[in-house]
Structure formats: structure tokens, C-alpha cells
């Protein structure tokens, strides 16, 4: 059973066909892809691919994925969640986005506090990592803002448009974490 999780403006939950229109919004715009080393979409089809994967991800138990939905209303407005999840070694990366119509409202803050306790209490990592183009100065913010701390650079890491790109490393340990969503 897919775990549906709430914060004080949030329900993150998981990604049905459904959403695959709130899919095509968030990466079918240029301000999202840019920093996600993920080619734009440009078709529905491609938006349904992505709930697929999603989907599959989490059953073969290599990620799991939220929709974001602000409470009292319909649809995703981004999505959140694990990628490169080793339960074997109980670490996992954490990978974000949203709809520039909803930036800089805290909501993927409130997501991402949400996601990270769920990860240590109930997924027993020990471990989330994130990677971000150097670029990227949003999310390296809410990371840092978070708890997390930057590790290293890794160099020509991810391809954005046939571009090579440098990224940073961040990591936040459960025994370091600062916040908690009590």
C-alpha cells in the first residue's frame, strides 16, 4: 500500500494516471528541466511514461515518489520523493520539482521535512543524498536550510541538452538531523 503523507498545506500522495497532465505542466517547462538533467517533455504520452516509471520504481522498490497537492484542491503541482534507494545500504537520494506558479511559498520545504522523516522513521535510511547542478542556487539553499550538508563537487555528473555539467553532493545524516515536522 502507497503511504499518503500530510503537512499543514500538503497531502503528498501517490501519482496516478490522472496526473499525468500536472506531470506535463511541471516538465514540460524549461524553468523546471533546467537543472533536473531531464530532457523537456513534449507530449501527454511522455507525462503517462513518467507516472509508469514512477509506479514501477516504487514496487521494485528503487524509489517512491509523491505527488505534491495542495490541500483542498485537485492536482499535483510537483513532485517529490527517492531515487537510488538501497534499502540494503538504508540510503537513498531525494529529488524534487514544482510548478514555477508555486515557487517560493515554502511548499517544497514543507515537503521535503516531511519526506526526510519518512525516509529515517519509517524507510530506516540512515542516509539522504541530493544532487544539484551548481546552478541551482534554490535548491542548494533549501538543503543547506534543511540540514543538509554539501559533501563535494562532481564534475561533468549530469548531461542537460547534450551539456555536460558540474554538480554538488549533499548529504544529511538521521543522527545529524536538525528539524523534525512535530
Known sequence: MFPTLETNRLLL?????????GIFACFSNEKVT??????TLHSIEQAESFVDFFA???KEKRGIRWGIERKGTQGII?????????PKH?????GYELDPEHWRKGYVSEAVL???????????????????????EASSNLLLKVGFQQEGILRDYMYQ??????????????NNRRFSME
Do not use: H, P
Request: glycine share 10%; hydrophobic share 35%.
Open 13 to 21: 500522495r501517490e501519482i496516478t494516471k490522472e496526473d499525468a497532465e
Open 34 to 39: 533546467r537543472y533536473y538533467g531531464q530532457e
Open 56 to 58: 514501477n520504481s516504487y
Open 78 to 86: 510537483g513532485t517529490i520523493g527517492f531515487n537510488a534507494w538501497a
Open 90 to 94: 538504508k540510503r537513498a537520494e531525494i
Open 114 to 136: 516531511k519526506v526526510m522523516e519518512y525516509g529515517f522513521d519509517n524507510l530506516g535510511l540512515t542516509r539522504i543524498g541530493a544532487v544539484v547542478f551548481k546552478d541551482n
Open 161 to 174: 541538452n547534450g551539456d555536460a555539467y558540474d554538480t554538488y553532493v549533499y548529504s544529511l545524516l538521521k
